[in-house]
Each structure stands twice: as C-alpha cells, then as structure tokens.
C-alpha cells in the first residue's frame, strides 16, 4: 500500500459510511439585466478602482483616442496582428511572432480584447489575432487596450458563455501589481506597469 492509499484509507474510516450526497443547488444568476449605460459605468468604475485609466470615446475616435493615450509614452508600439489598421498609433510595430525576449524593447503593446466584465472590472484576451499572443500583453511596460460596448457584459457567467475554453485566456484586472513583500503596493512585477482602457460606445459623448 501506498503512502496516498494509506492516507485515504484513514479519512474514509473517519468520515464512515455516510450515503449518498444531496443534490447541490446551482441557481447562479447567468444574465445581467443592467442597461448599457450602466454597465459601461460600472466597469469604468471597476477599472478605475484599480488604479488603471480608462478614456471613453465613440467608435470613430478609437485611432484618434489610442494615440492620445500613448503621448506620453517615450518608444515604440507594438501592436496585435488583427489589430485595425484606424486603431493603430503613427509607427508603431506589427507583431512578427519575434522570441517573447525581444517583445521587451517596446515600450507599450496595442491589443483588443474578446470580452470585458462590468462587474469585476476584468478584461479577457483570448490570442485571437486582434488579442495577440500571451506574451504580448505581459512584456512592454504599457499596455493599452481597446474595448468596444458590444464586448461589455455584467458578469463572470456571461463571459464564459462567450469564450472558448479551450483558447488560452488571460484575464486582466488593473495594471500588474503585487502586495507580498511587507505589504507595499509594488506594480510591474508581473506584467506592465500601466493598464490605459480606451472604451468606445455609440452612447458615449466624444472625449
């Protein structure tokens, strides 16, 4: 007998015979009735709290809004592939699939993103083409992310519902950012150091 049997063993004798388990109920709340409106606030407010920026805009001013976030950032972009060529800053680099290594010369990445979670605050990149890869959105110390209002949903349930499972999925709440060493807020551990939101709906005035 193993020393995992051995261990088993003993907590079955603990726990005895003690028949079949009740049903569980799952009545988990699966849709979010909120308006639009509300919930583009409430996720702006969520990603705010996290210390990220968010700069709201109509969908005609997605380029002109991108740009604007990134004056002030000093080098280059780096942007997904599927990334629209009106989003894409002055100059800025295409993603070749270049060693993840060399992704940390940029400055800032441009993606979009497959989903965006009013409730928490969290944005979903799936590797799709306009997402890029995993690396992509983790290495430059800027990332900058496009979320249009058809992508917005209120909660975690609504969100899986639209995702593949079986994509590799990172799911960003705030910039990266760690509390373990004496309890002091250090960001950029992780991944980059500053999350811009640019948000773009139909129902929202030009910035």
Do not use: K
Request: proline content about 9%.
């Amino acid at each position: 007998m193993s020393a995992r049997d051995e261990v088993l063993g003993r907590i079955r004798t603990a726990l005895g015979d003690r028949g079949p388990l009740p049903e569980v109920t799952r009545g988990y709340r699966t849709t979010d009735d909120r308006p639009l409106p509300e919930l583009l606030d409430v996720l702006t407010d969520r990603i705010e709290d996290y210390r990220a920026t968010v700069l709201r805009c109509t969908p005609d001013a997605i380029g002109e809004t991108v740009a604007a976030a990134l004056a002030d950032v000093s080098g280059d972009v780096v942007v997904a592939p599927g990334v629209p060529q009106a989003w894409r800053p002055a100059g800025a680099v295409e993603d070749d699939g270049r060693p993840a290594v060399g992704l940390t010369a940029f400055a800032a990445t441009l993606t979009g993103v497959t989903a965006a979670i009013a409730e928490t605050g969290t944005l979903v990149l799936d590797a799709s083409p306009v997402c890029g890869r995993r690396a992509l959105s983790l290495l430059p110390d800027v990332l900058v992310c496009v979320v249009t209002a058809d992508q917005v949903v209120g909660g975690v349930p609504e969100a899986l519902a639209r995702l593949d499972p079986l994509r590799p999925l990172t799911m960003i709440s705030g910039p990266s950012a760690t509390s373990d060493i004496e309890l002091q807020r250090v960001e950029g551990v992780h991944g980059p150091r500053t999350l811009l939101v640019v948000l773009a709906s139909d129902q929202l005035e030009p910035p």
